[in-house]
Nanobody, 124 residues
Framework: QVQLVESGGGLVQAEGSLRLSCAAS????????MGWFRQAPGKERDFVGC????????YYADSVKGRFTISRDNAKNMVYLQMNSLKPEDTAVYYC?????????????????WGQGTQVTVSS
């Protein structure tokens, strides 16, 4: 069982930056690959990026590649999403999620645990 709590969301102007954090409970955090997803009002939940168990591999959606960076600290049971050059279209609720998969996973249905989400709003 893994419990996830996101933080760090807020209101930022376009071209600004935010860093989201996701705190995980439990002693088995390092056995999970972690993903970030986002959901804008009236839209489906979209994949943002993911990181494998040891942090050695990351994968990003084309829409955020080069602007967003995922990292993790297994000693602290934390995963982060650094978001730079934010655009109004990045506005959404951002969720972190955990999967026991060994490889990077981009589909939401393969993630077993989810946080409650944190709102990110980018103004133009």
């Amino acid at each position: 069982q893994v419990q996830l709590v996101e933080s760090g969301g807020g209101l930022v102007q376009a071209e600004g930056s935010l860093r989201l954090s996701c705190a995980a409970s439990g002693r088995t955090f390092s056995t999970y690959s972690m993903g970030w997803f986002r959901q804008a009002p009236g839209k489906e939940r979209d994949f943002v990026g993911c990181i494998n168990r040891n942090g050695g591999t990351t994968y990003y959606a084309d829409s955020v590649k080069g602007r967003f960076t995922i990292s993790r600290d297994n000693a602290k049971n934390m995963v982060y999403l650094q978001m730079n050059s934010l655009k109004p279209e990045d506005t959404a609720v951002y969720y972190c999620a955990a999967t026991p998969a060994l490889i990077v996973v981009i589909t939401a249905d393969q993630y077993d645990y989810w946080g409650q989400g944190t709102q990110v709003t980018v103004s133009s």
